[in-house]
């Protein structure tokens, strides 16, 4: 487990070639001479040995370490370092998580709706000025008329939790939630970097570089909707992660159980291959991306990238274990159920997500579908007309969302941090608040670490490259969730778009830079001198990323500085 991604992997070039050319034939041959044949391929088996459970398995998933065997100080480490990891992202989310003691650019919508839901089920108007009451914990600024909005419910119901649990007067409670799942992320992704990357050492560096990264730090801080659909969309992924694997194992023990007495499979099965069941994790995927889509529509586009990402994977699968017609028999035996795991119960579980409002009597557009007629569509139920309705002038909304603001910013910028958002900023005079000089400021910026994301942009394009050259999966997964994050808002350049919606790929470009960094740190194999330069490197580039973050960490969280100071961050002009 403590390896640096090493293989040749299953998924890569350096895998037997479709159509089971890999299953075929034998033994190691004697040294040739003219009577005797050429030694065979190191890929190639005696069919006899072919379709045993530990010889697919072992095409499907390569050469692996079992946990159950690994030293026992090899196992804690596969839970302490992520859980440290994710430690430290905790100290820096949740260490005066109440700063600043109001309302936060965005924070206006989301924790206002969020105490309405726990009033009412549903978002409620509000009355003018009722920010300032708001703030001083004073909530008689809600109406009883039903708001119209146009983001789903499930972010804000994580919201109201923080605030049921500590009060809606509390600026803490309004942000645990949002601390909470940022910090869970951090423990999430060191567990899926060392499950891709096969090395505690590279998911203890991806827990780390999300833990201390700024963006990461700022949302996880603030009570916007973005940080749960970053969250959501990751647990998808890592359901989906932990499905490939199940769903080779099934697949090797299915072949290994239609092996005959003499250990070959009948030419018959390995047609289209077996049909592997309900795959479960799947399932928890659906539930994940559907939560996704319920906290923003963005979602969507995890949802079809993933979904995609896992039929490759099943289809590569049949490939490697021999199977003939792998494309038909994807789709035949694998493609519908795992579109009925993932689609309809992500759907289900998004239409429950407005229980809420589908219980109220006068939520915004609830009572549509009576008011109107139902024409041919008169078989719906009115409730889900009305919710159809209000989807409808709500995706006119997004689409259509082209007012101007300050801090509005391409998507292409995005990998440069061209523009990040200010989400806060208060100047203060020689004795206000503790400041002891001429003026002092306070910032909540969401500019990540510069080295982390100039560097994650630069092991992106990198990885376009590896994927091309070795089709490495690893490298494939992470640009199709960087992709679902990042390329659907190149096609709405004229709409009103934040840096901060960024960090729905974040994890993703973190696992490119880990993935890079592993490459650099060289193989378990390789010669000492070579894995001591690469440690060097790889520790450098960490120590950096750690003083940048102690550096900028200050306007990340709201700390009072001397405002010289503060410009001294402002690295780019844009940046202000």
């Not at 040739?32 to 499907?60: E, I, M, N, Y």
């Not at 994807?330 to 219980?359: C, E, H, N, Q, R």
């Not at 608040?433 to 969401?446: E, N, R």
Request: charged share 15%; hydrophobic share 50%; proline share 6%.
């Amino acid at each position: 487990m403590d390896t640096a991604p090493a293989a040749p992997d299953p998924d890569s070039h350096d895998a037997p070639p479709p159509g089971g050319a890999g299953v075929v034939a034998t033994a190691e041959a004697p040294k040739h001479s003219k009577h005797t044949a050429l030694p065979a391929p190191h890929w190639l088996l005696d069919p006899a040995a072919a379709f045993t459970k530990a010889a697919v398995a072992g095409r499907l998933l390569g050469q692996r370490f079992s946990f159950n065997t690994t030293p026992p100080s090899m196992r804690l480490w596969f839970w302490l370092a992520p859980a440290l990891t994710a430690l430290i992202g905790g100290v820096l989310r949740f260490v005066r998580l109440g700063q600043p003691p109001s309302l936060v650019f965005d924070e206006t919508y989301y924790v206002k709706d969020a105490y309405s839901y726990l009033q009412s089920g549903y978002e409620r108007n509000w009355a003018e000025k009722a920010n300032d009451l708001f703030n001083q914990g004073i909530f008689t600024g809600l109406e009883k008329t039903g708001e119209y909005v146009v983001h789903p419910p499930v972010g804000k119901w994580m919201i109201a939790f923080g605030m049921w649990l500590f009060g809606p007067e509390s600026t803490f409670g309004w942000r645990f939630s949002a601390a909470l799942v940022g910090t869970i992320s951090i423990f999430v992704l060191a567990l899926i970097a060392q499950k891709m990357f096969r090395s505690t050492i590279l998911g203890a560096t991806a827990g780390l570089l999300f833990a201390i990264d700024g963006h990461a730090i700022v949302q996880s801080r603030t009570s916007l909707l973005d940080i749960f659909v970053m969250f959501f969309a990751l647990l998808g992924f890592g359901a989906l992660l932990m499905d490939r694997d199940d769903g080779r194992r099934r697949l090797a023990a299915k072949l290994a159980s239609l092996t005959g007495a003499d250990g070959r499979v009948a030419a018959k099965a390995l047609l289209y291959g077996p049909w592997l069941g309900i795959r479960w994790w799947r399932l928890a995927a659906g539930v994940a991306l559907g939560l996704c889509i319920g906290t923003k529509w963005s979602g969507l586009f995890f949802l079809a990238a993933f979904g995609l990402m896992s039929v490759v994977w099943d289809m590569n699968a049949r490939r490697i274990a021999g199977i003939k017609y792998w494309v038909v028999g994807m789709v035949w035996k694998d493609g519908i159920l795992a579109f009925v795991s993932v689609v309809p119960v992500a759907a289900i579980t998004y239409v429950a997500s407005w229980t809420g409002w589908f219980m109220s009597k006068d939520a915004y557009d609830r009572n549509w579908g009576a008011e109107n007629p139902a024409g041919p569509w008169g078989w719906v139920p009115e409730s889900l007309r009305s919710l159809w309705h209000y989807h409808s002038t709500a995706y006119s909304f997004h689409t259509g969302l082209g007012s101007d603001h300050p801090y509005k910013a391409n998507a292409w910028s995005w990998f440069v941090m061209g523009r990040p958002t200010s989400f806060y900023i208060k100047n203060f005079e020689n004795g206000e608040g503790g400041c002891t000089v001429d003026k002092c400021t306070a910032a909540v910026t969401s500019l990540g670490n510069p080295l982390i994301w100039w560097g994650g942009s630069l092991a992106i394009l990198f990885l376009v490259g590896v994927w091309i050259a070795k089709r490495d999966w690893r490298a494939g997964a992470i640009l199709v969730g960087f992709s679902a994050g990042f390329l659907p808002w190149l096609f709405y350049p004229q709409r009103t778009i934040f840096f901060f919606y960024a960090i729905a790929y974040e994890p993703f470009m973190i696992l490119a830079v880990v993935l890079v960094l592993g490459m650099v740190l060289g193989k378990v194999g390789d010669r000492p001198a070579r894995r001591q330069q690469g440690a060097i490197f790889v520790g450098m580039f960490l120590v950096l990323a750690v003083a940048l973050s102690a550096f900028f960490y200050p306007i990340w969280a709201a700390e009072i500085i001397p405002a010289d100071l503060w410009r001294r961050h402002m690295w780019l002009p844009s940046w202000i």
